[in-house]
Nanobody, 122 residues
Framework: VQLQASGGGLVQAGGSLRLSCASS????????VGWFRQAPGKEREFVAA????????YYADSVKGRFTISGDNRKNTVYLQMNSLKAEDTAVYYCARNRGGNAYHEDEYDYWGQGTQVTVSS
């Protein structure tokens, strides 16, 4: 099982980025997917998640109303649309596959992508 996160980059505050998490094969069939991030010197934190059918989404309070998670089963890809970016959104963003547990807890994720850097300049 391989997950490939991409789409990071440097953007000014107030700008937008869309991250992609592509899976190999049928990785996302019947599994939820989450995005986490880790800023320098901080612990990794939950950002957003989506259930396997795409009907339920979860967001951290800090990104609600600004970020949107969505999935395309035909492409085996999950997206994280990030709008109104802030300097505090700067981090390495990781996608991961949820093995069926609590969407907010990283212990419930079994496969992780390599991460993609998002840098927001103020």
């Amino acid at each position: 099982v391989q997950l490939q996160a991409s789409g990071g980059g440097l953007v000014q505050a107030g700008g937008s980025l869309r991250l992609s998490c592509a899976s190999s094969g049928r990785t996302f069939r019947s599994y939820g997917v989450g995005w986490f991030r880790q800023a320098p010197g901080k612990e990794r934190e939950f950002v957003a998640a989506i259930n396997w059918s795409g009907t339920i989404t979860y967001y951290a309070d800090s990104v609600k109303g600004r970020f949107t998670i969505s999935g395309d089963n035909r492409k085996n890809t999950v997206y994280l649309q990030m709008n109104s970016l802030k300097a505090e959104d700067t981090a390495v963003y990781y996608c991961a596959r949820n093995r069926g547990g609590n969407a907010y807890h990283e212990d419930e994720y079994d496969y992780w992508g390599q991460g993609t850097q998002v840098t927001v300049s103020s």
